[in-house]
């Protein structure tokens, strides 16, 4: 495993490591800009479907980081990329918004709702009945069921909502068909990031807040592995699991440092 000062690539989530609730946490600017004056190749990563990399962008940028749209990927990316290696310019029908529907449109794919080759179930704020039992019955006639990402429930202004894991749960619950989910804790989304960013494993830092998404994927996908403390994790969440992180950071704002490209400002 790779020590930090051998880590020449990083992938890092993106909500409760860069960003809270729209602002921007501390550190998160500078070490964007280390990686940026530096030539580091780097990802954000979000599990995430809704919203495309130049959505994402926009979004950050009212955070105060300037993320340029290619160095993000989306779990809605990593679906499209790994469908496109299933069935080249294959088809899909689609429950998600425009992450997921541009993702596959790039990829090269058609949009049906007959006979598709996967039905795919992203995040949407709008989750519709007529959508889902349309679903149902087309798994049950042989689509390849697919879901971005697991998580059971997002945040809003009002509380928690039902999410992607939620109305996938309810499919399999219908079809008795358990979907392949491409998102993070899989370690495909991170093997699809690095693809991208021409990185390797040995020489690659995964940065999340997370024990049961970030780290586990991280871990499995052999990268460095660094848990910041300003998401969900607190000690007692750590402990919960049989695994630990390379190392564990009170924020990011720990691995900046005073780099050549700025030794003028000493």
Not at 24 to 49: K, R
Request: glycine share 8%; proline share 6%; with cysteine.
């Amino acid at each position: 495993m790779a020590r930090r000062d051998e880590i020449e690539c990083w992938l890092t989530d993106m909500d409760g490591v860069l960003v809270h609730e729209n602002s921007a946490l501390p550190g998160a600017a500078a070490l964007l800009q280390q990686w940026t004056d530096t030539g580091t190749p780097f990802l954000v990563l979000t599990n995430n479907s809704i919203f495309t990399p130049r959505d994402l962008s926009a979004r950050l940028r009212d955070s105060g980081l300037n993320v340029p749209e290619d160095r993000i990927w989306t779990s809605a990316l990593a679906t499209a990329d790994f469908l496109k290696s299933q069935i080249p310019g294959g088809s899909a029908f689609v429950i998600g918004e425009a992450g997921i529907t541009t993702a596959l449109h790039e990829a090269g794919f058609i949009m049906t709702e007959t006979d598709p080759d996967f039905v795919v179930v992203g995040e949407t704020r709008n989750y519709s009945f007529e959508a889902i039992t349309k679903a149902i019955r087309l798994i049950l006639k042989g689509a390849r069921f697919i879901a971005t990402n697991p998580d059971a429930t997002g945040p809003s202004a009002d509380g928690p909502m039902p999410a992607t894991g939620a109305i996938a749960a309810l499919i399999t619950k219908a079809t008795g068909m358990d979907p392949y989910i491409v998102g993070k804790p899989n370690p495909m989304m991170f093997r699809s990031a690095m693809n991208k960013i021409g990185a390797h494993s040995e020489n690659t830092g995964m940065i999340g807040d997370r024990m049961d998404t970030d780290i586990i994927a991280g871990i499995e996908a052999g990268l460095h592995t660094i848990l910041v403390m300003t998401g969900i994790s607190d000690e007692a969440e750590i402990n919960r699991y049989p695994f630990r992180p390379d190392e564990i950071l009170s924020g990011v704002h720990k691995l900046v440092t005073q780099t050549p490209v700025e030794s003028d400002e000493i």
